[in-house]
Structures are given as C-alpha cells and as structure tokens.
C-alpha cells in the first residue's frame, strides 16, 4: 500500500493500512441485518467520529458521513437512520458494505464476489463504483468465477488453481478459453505473482 509492504493479519491492521474487504457473503459477514443503514456504513470508520479523551461520538457527523455515502452510491432506501439493512434488495445490501469501507478511504479494496446474488442493474451500478475507485488511484482486487465479469472488469487476470497462481493474462491477452484451460491446469502458463 503507497509503496510499502504491509501485513493484513488482523481486521485492525487492514483497517489502519487502509485495505478494504468486501465479503461474498453480505448477509453473515458483511452487514448487521438488524441494525440501521446508517449505522452499517459508519462501523469501519466509527473511531473517526469518536474523541480519544471521552469516547464520545459526534452522531450528527456520523449521520452526515452515512448520508453522504448513500448518496454518493444512489443507494435506494428509505430512512438511513431508522430502516435495517435487512429491508434493502441485494444490490443495495451490498453497496452499503462498500459504502462502510469508502468512509475509511481505502487505497486497497478486495472484493469477494461483488456482485454475487444482485439483479442485472444493480451489477451495472456495482461495476460503475469499482470503475471510479479505480480511476481516483484505488486499487481493486476483483475476485470473480464469472469470467465475462473478469475480462469486462479487470486490466489483469491472474488464475488460481489449488492455493496457487496457475495463470497471467493482460488485457490483451483476455481470451475465456485460454483462462479457462489455465484454471483446469490444461495449459503450460506458467505462474505469475501481481496485483492489479
């Protein structure tokens, strides 16, 4: 991150190293279901909004950060403040677990299947918020099985097979065969580290 090695063994560290993870599976691991919109999207970055001495948390700017991502993310609901995260459709379930990270100012997001489970527009809308992270200097690690959402997405596609990296392609390299035949272990691509 910024030039520098950084360990992510606990969600602590990957929080203060600025490293983001949003989790294939938004409903067990990456919202409270129960608990209000606003809430959800201020979990990450609640100590931002606390002083040290008192521990006190400024709710307003709380409410106003969360409302600013929502907005920001055209999240459809109703009342951020008071509506559960459990009452929102798919799509929006998962941009509000983005929006929790964006509060924080990630230079680094991992996304575990982002649009697993969401309709056609809202993967549209999904796709539209990993392009600008990416085009403000964010770097996304784009996990997929969908190969079409891969070469559509991604500028490199690294394939793992077994714990380990199988295949390389660039973006002009991208052909679903060849990606597919390093994913079964059926080529001769030799493996390759990098981070896209």
Same mark, same amino acid.
């Given at each position: 991150?910024? @030039?520098?090695?950084? %360990?992510?063994?606990?969600?602590?560290? &990957?929080?203060? +190293?600025?490293?983001?993870? !949003?989790?294939?599976?938004?409903?067990?691991?990456?919202?409270?279901?129960?608990?209000?919109?606003?809430?959800?999207?201020?979990?990450?970055?609640?100590?931002?909004?606390?002083?040290?001495?008192?521990?006190?948390?400024?709710?307003?700017?709380?409410?106003?950060?969360?409302?600013?991502?929502?907005?920001?993310?055209?999240?459809?609901? @109703?009342?951020?403040? %008071?509506?559960?995260?459990?009452?929102? &459709?798919?799509? +929006?379930?998962?941009?509000? !677990?983005?929006?929790?990270?964006?509060?924080?100012?990630?230079?680094?997001?991992?996304?575990?299947?982002?649009?697993?489970?969401?309709?056609?527009?809202?993967?549209?809308?999904?796709?539209?918020?990993?392009?600008?992270?990416?085009?403000?200097?964010?770097?996304?690690?784009?996990?997929?099985?969908?190969?079409?959402?891969?070469?559509?997405?991604?500028?490199?596609?690294?394939?793992?097979?077994?714990?380990?990296?199988?295949?390389?392609?660039?973006?002009?390299?991208?052909?679903?065969?060849?990606?597919?035949?390093?994913?079964?272990?059926?080529?001769?691509?030799?493996?390759?580290?990098?981070?896209?």
């Amino acid at each position: 991150v910024e @030039g520098k090695r950084r %360990t992510a063994n606990s969600i602590r560290n &990957s929080i203060k +190293n600025r490293i983001a993870f !949003v989790t294939e599976n938004r409903r067990e691991e990456g919202l409270l279901m129960n608990v209000s919109i606003a809430d959800n999207t201020t979990l990450v970055s609640l100590p931002q909004f606390a002083n040290d001495l008192t521990l006190y948390v400024n709710q307003q700017a709380l409410s106003d950060a969360a409302q600013q991502a929502s907005q920001i993310l055209q999240l459809k609901s @109703g009342d951020i403040t %008071t509506q559960a995260a459990k009452a929102l &459709s798919g799509g +929006n379930q998962q941009k509000v !677990v983005i929006a929790k990270w964006l509060l924080n100012e990630p230079m680094i997001f991992i996304m575990d299947e982002p649009t697993r489970g969401v309709d056609v527009g809202a993967k549209y809308e999904i796709y539209t918020i990993i392009d600008q992270l990416a085009a403000i200097g964010s770097g996304v690690l784009f996990i997929s099985s969908e190969i079409e959402e891969l070469i559509g997405m991604c500028d490199r596609i690294l394939v793992m097979s077994q714990g380990e990296v199988v295949g390389e392609f660039t973006r002009s390299e991208f052909d679903e065969e060849r990606i597919l035949r390093a994913a079964f272990r059926e080529g001769e691509e030799k493996p390759h580290a990098a981070v896209k």
